[in-house]
């Protein structure tokens, strides 16, 4: 198993997830920050106010707030995400355990809001602006690449409330400028941007994990949405390449695999079909420039219509991305026929593979599946890849020796970094692979805390309390010896 030369190895963020400072310097109100905390058995909650009442409605799919409504913060409610792990004001810390770790890249989200805090606005906060740069120059003084997404699930409330969510085409001019504002600003500090995080989650969250959504009004929604994200991705992608010829510029898809619960080839054709819509429907048109022949059919079934002229489809083509980039936790099993065995938990609900092993949360261990993804992927796409988001989620308890053993951690990850050094050997060109979470972080499905990711581990709570301390685990001084010996030492 060989990993080229320059091979970037790091850890990956997001903004809402590890900033905390909701409000500081300037910052607007994202959607995030009127989402309330949850837990595997609770949804997470938007808190909004209409006619002076405030109320709250579950954070799924398809679900907006109710007509008049206003996002709202509820001062009787626990908000991970306005604190998370105060990443705002302890990043020098962190990228420096980073770059004891070795790393040579860190993927983190810049917050749509610190640069336009209701996303309207003509000028950029320089304020926010300021805050990144000094992150990009203290990542660069350790050798670190950063990876940028320029948006992941932290809209501007007031854009989302004013545009429906992405239901207006000014939505894209919107994003086009805080694209235009970000790649002007960091032009020579930054290469690598991400354009949205697991876009298809828009449609993934409708039709897997058990969320079995079926109104055409929702899929309405939800494709009408892409189709403004896909266009602003592509103008991104042009732009980028306009300002500056170093950019690359990358799409982020979530990497759920399919597999058929038995031979049947009616199961074989529903695992395709539910691979088109979740995960192939995106890629294919960030990374071919154009919609797939199956898109009539996904568009059918929900009896959906779509305004796509001939600029859109000449949009599209003109902007593909330079790199293909994808998260991968877990494998899914479909099937046309009765469930007996199902897994429940967070995102994972639906049919158990009895092969493999699944977490607390309900996500199944599959690092076959992510040596496959690559290969089926990098055949369809050929373009460079990332593995942007891997990583295992769970109750790390501080040992009576004060230390954190986290050998399931480890032994998750050396499983996946074995099966992609495999994709590698196959002739993938794979060049990054950034863990999600290599601090301990806000969970984006529950809102917890204790569900941890970190080889750092933070003292902080699913109420939010504690110190903020950190402290390496046993996975910290694992992963150093990973990257120092370019993934052979696993
Ligand atoms: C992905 C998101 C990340 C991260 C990850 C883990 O969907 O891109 O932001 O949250 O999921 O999920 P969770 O945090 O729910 O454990």
Same mark, same amino acid.
């Given at each position: 198993?060989?990993?080229?030369?320059?091979?970037?190895?790091?850890?990956?963020?997001?903004?809402?997830?590890?900033?905390?400072?909701?409000?500081?310097?300037?910052?607007?109100?994202?959607?995030? %920050?009127?989402?309330?905390?949850?837990?595997?058995?609770?949804?997470?909650?938007?808190?909004?106010?209409?006619?002076?009442?405030?109320?709250?409605?579950?954070?799924?799919?398809?679900?907006?707030?109710?007509?008049?409504?206003?996002?709202?913060?509820?001062?009787?409610?626990?908000?991970?995400?306005?604190?998370?792990?105060?990443?705002?004001?302890?990043?020098?810390?962190?990228?420096?355990?980073?770059?004891?770790?070795?790393?040579?890249?860190?993927?983190?989200?810049?917050?749509?809001?610190?640069?336009?805090? +209701?996303?309207?606005?003509?000028?950029?906060?320089?304020?926010?602006?300021?805050?990144?740069?000094?992150?990009?120059?203290?990542? +660069?003084?350790?050798?670190?690449?950063?990876?940028?997404?320029?948006?992941?699930?932290? %809209?501007?409330?007031?854009?989302?409330?004013?545009?429906?969510?992405?239901?207006?085409?000014?939505?894209?001019?919107?994003?086009?400028?805080?694209?235009?504002?970000?790649?002007?600003? !960091?032009?020579?500090?930054?290469?690598?941007?991400?354009?949205?995080?697991?876009?298809?989650?828009?449609?993934?969250?409708?039709?897997?994990?058990?969320?079995?959504?079926?109104?055409?009004?929702?899929?309405?929604?939800?494709?009408?949405?892409?189709?403004?994200?896909?266009?602003?991705?592509?103008?991104?992608?042009?732009?980028?390449?306009?300002?500056?010829?170093?950019?690359?510029?990358?799409?982020?898809?979530?990497?759920?695999?399919?597999?058929?619960?038995?031979?049947?080839?009616?199961?074989?054709?529903?695992?395709?079909?539910?691979?088109?819509?979740?995960?192939? !429907?995106?890629?294919?048109?960030?990374?071919?420039?154009? !919609?797939?022949?199956?898109?009539?059919?996904?568009?059918?079934?929900?009896?959906?219509?779509?305004?796509?002229?001939?600029?859109?489809?000449?949009?599209?083509?003109?902007?593909?991305?330079?790199? !293909?980039?994808?998260?991968?936790?877990?494998?899914?099993?479909?099937?046309?026929?009765?469930?007996?065995?199902?897994?429940?938990?967070?995102?994972?609900?639906?049919?158990?593979?009895?092969?493999?092993?699944?977490?607390?949360?309900?996500?199944?261990?599959?690092?076959?599946?992510?040596?496959?993804?690559?290969?089926?992927?990098?055949?369809?796409?050929?373009?460079?890849?990332?593995?942007?988001?891997?990583?295992?989620?769970?109750? %790390?308890?501080?040992?009576?020796?004060?230390?954190?053993?986290?050998?399931?951690?480890?032994?998750?990850?050396?499983?996946?970094? $074995?099966?992609?050094?495999? $994709?590698?050997?196959?002739?993938?060109?794979?060049?990054?692979?950034?863990?999600?979470?290599?601090?301990?972080?806000?969970?984006?499905?529950?809102?917890?805390?204790?569900?941890?990711?970190?080889?750092?581990?933070?003292?902080?709570?699913?109420?939010?309390?504690?110190?903020?301390?950190?402290?390496?685990?046993?996975?910290?001084?694992?992963?150093?010896?990973?990257?120092?010996?370019?993934?052979?030492?696993?």
């Amino acid at each position: 198993m060989s990993f080229p030369k320059g091979f970037l190895w790091g850890g990956a963020t997001a903004a809402n997830q590890i900033e905390g400072a909701y409000d500081v310097d300037g910052k607007g109100l994202s959607v995030t %920050d009127i989402t309330t905390s949850g837990s595997l058995e609770a949804p997470r909650y938007l808190t909004y106010k209409l006619n002076g009442e405030l109320g709250k409605v579950p954070a799924m799919p398809g679900a907006g707030l109710p007509e008049g409504a206003e996002g709202a913060i509820d001062p009787n409610s626990y908000y991970p995400n306005h604190v998370a792990i105060d990443f705002y004001h302890y990043y020098k810390e962190d990228i420096k355990m980073f770059a004891d770790m070795g790393f040579t890249t860190f993927r983190l989200s810049i917050a749509w809001t610190r640069i336009f805090p +209701k996303g309207d606005e003509e000028k950029p906060n320089q304020a926010g602006l300021d805050f990144y740069r000094k992150v990009f120059e203290e990542c +660069k003084k350790y050798g670190i690449e950063p990876i940028v997404t320029i948006s992941h699930y932290e %809209d501007p409330l007031y854009l989302s409330e004013k545009y429906n969510d992405w239901q207006d085409r000014t939505m894209i001019d919107m994003y086009v400028k805080y694209a235009k504002a970000l790649f002007e600003e !960091y032009k020579g500090l930054v290469k690598y941007w991400l354009t949205f995080n697991e876009i298809n989650s828009t449609l993934l969250m409708l039709s897997a994990f058990g969320n079995n959504v079926t109104d055409d009004a929702t899929f309405q929604h939800a494709y009408q949405k892409l189709h403004y994200q896909f266009l602003a991705s592509a103008k991104a992608v042009k732009l980028a390449h306009e300002i500056d010829p170093n950019y690359v510029v990358g799409n982020m898809i979530c990497g759920i695999l399919d597999y058929p619960m038995t031979p049947d080839p009616k199961d074989v054709l529903a695992t395709r079909y539910a691979m088109e819509q979740t995960v192939l !429907y995106c890629g294919d048109v960030q990374a071919k420039g154009e !919609y797939p022949t199956y898109s009539k059919r996904l568009w059918d079934e929900h009896n959906v219509h779509l305004d796509i002229t001939e600029e859109d489809k000449k949009i599209l083509k003109e902007g593909k991305v330079d790199i !293909y980039t994808f998260s991968y936790y877990m494998s899914n099993v479909i099937t046309t026929h009765e469930v007996k065995d199902k897994v429940g938990g967070n995102f994972a609900a639906g049919a158990k593979n009895p092969y493999l092993d699944y977490s607390e949360w309900g996500w199944a261990t599959d690092p076959t599946g992510l040596q496959y993804y690559l290969e089926v992927m990098y055949d369809r796409y050929q373009i460079p890849m990332m593995v942007v988001e891997n990583g295992l989620g769970a109750v %790390d308890k501080i040992g009576e020796d004060g230390k954190i053993h986290d050998d399931y951690r480890i032994d998750y990850l050396a499983q996946h970094i $074995a099966a992609m050094g495999k $994709a590698v050997d196959d002739g993938v060109d794979l060049i990054a692979y950034t863990t999600w979470g290599p601090i301990d972080l806000v969970s984006a499905g529950t809102g917890q805390m204790s569900k941890r990711y970190g080889f750092i581990y933070v003292d902080r709570d699913d109420e939010g309390k504690g110190s903020l301390k950190r402290m390496p685990k046993d996975s910290f001084y694992w992963y150093k010896k990973v990257i120092a010996s370019n993934g052979e030492d696993l």
